[in-house]
């Protein structure tokens, strides 16, 4: 089970491989971009045998100018992934609080690290308690993991590359944010409100339903081939600081597009620097 797998497990799948000698790893993702931290939801309940992981201390690097969640230094993951119990080769599953965002940031971490048999709970937390599953309150103390962190497993874009990106003929950027942040109109977070000239807009509702379930395949294919993401053309996404991006690489991974790239410092690392253009407005802007 070491080779790369599909992205998504579902209730009744897991439920059958964590009965089996050698169960997958699980990692408790769930996480609130404000609120009360994930932590004490695992605390409150949590799948059997999972273990937290924080997304903001331990699969991001500190915020700063890369980004309010740019990539994890290598060797912090590694430590923070061993003392969580994952093992080389070993399968992992990932869940969150279901809309999805922090499970597939793990996902794309845990693949962009090297470790490709990881997969996300279809539908999180609300999935397993919906369909009567147990949950535990107690927090395992798993064995020390021995995964090896190696960085570059899936592609990652800088703020010239994704420039480069949204100003080709031949390639499609994604802004996968709401459309008034994309024109604009709005900016709740960041000092600046608009998006990267030339990308084009597909606001993460249009792929992912509101349960944090994805649409069907052959749907999310029609979703982004009118966003522009055709054969031929390479694609890449970002969003405000690479959570939601994440989310729509592994929609894209669904769609049969696992070349897709993510800008993971995202629009929070692009207006970091004031030297680099804006644009407003419901077009692309090149």
Not at 192 to 219: I, M, S
Request: net charge negative; glycine share 14%.
């Amino acid at each position: 089970m070491s080779g790369t797998q599909e992205p998504l497990v579902e209730v009744d799948r897991l439920v059958a491989e964590l009965g089996q000698a050698d169960p997958p790893t699980l990692l408790d993702v769930r996480w609130r971009l404000v609120g009360p931290p994930g932590r004490d939801d695992y605390l409150a309940g949590h799948l059997p045998g999972a273990v937290f992981v924080d997304l903001d201390t331990a699969l991001c690097g500190a915020p700063g100018a890369g980004g309010r969640h740019p990539l994890p230094d290598p060797a912090a993951l590694q430590a923070a992934l061993r003392a969580a119990g994952v093992r080389a080769g070993h399968p992992v599953v990932v869940y969150d609080g279901g809309d999805g965002l922090a499970a597939a940031r793990a996902w794309w971490t845990l693949r962009w690290a090297g470790h490709r048999s990881v997969r996300v709970l279809h539908g999180g937390y609300p999935a397993w308690v919906g369909a009567g599953r147990p949950i535990s309150t107690d927090a395992p103390a798993p064995p020390p993991g021995d995964v090896v962190v190696r960085p570059g497993d899936l592609p990652v874009l800088d703020a010239g590359q994704a420039a480069a990106l949204a100003a080709a003929d031949d390639a499609v950027l994604l802004d996968v944010r709401a459309a008034p942040r994309y024109r604009g109109e709005v900016e709740p977070i960041d000092p600046v409100a608009g998006h990267v000239p030339g990308a084009a807009n597909l606001p993460a509702g249009e792929y992912v339903g509101p349960d944090g379930r994805f649409l069907a395949a052959d749907v999310l294919g029609e979703r982004f081939a009118a966003a522009g993401v055709t054969e031929g053309r390479a694609v890449g996404a970002y969003c405000g600081s690479g959570v939601t991006a994440a989310q729509a690489v592994l929609a894209l991974h669904l769609a049969g597009r696992t070349d897709a790239a993510l800008y993971v410092g995202s629009w929070s690392n692009w207006v970091a620097d004031p030297s680099r253009p804006v644009a407003s407005g419901s077009t692309p802007g090149r």
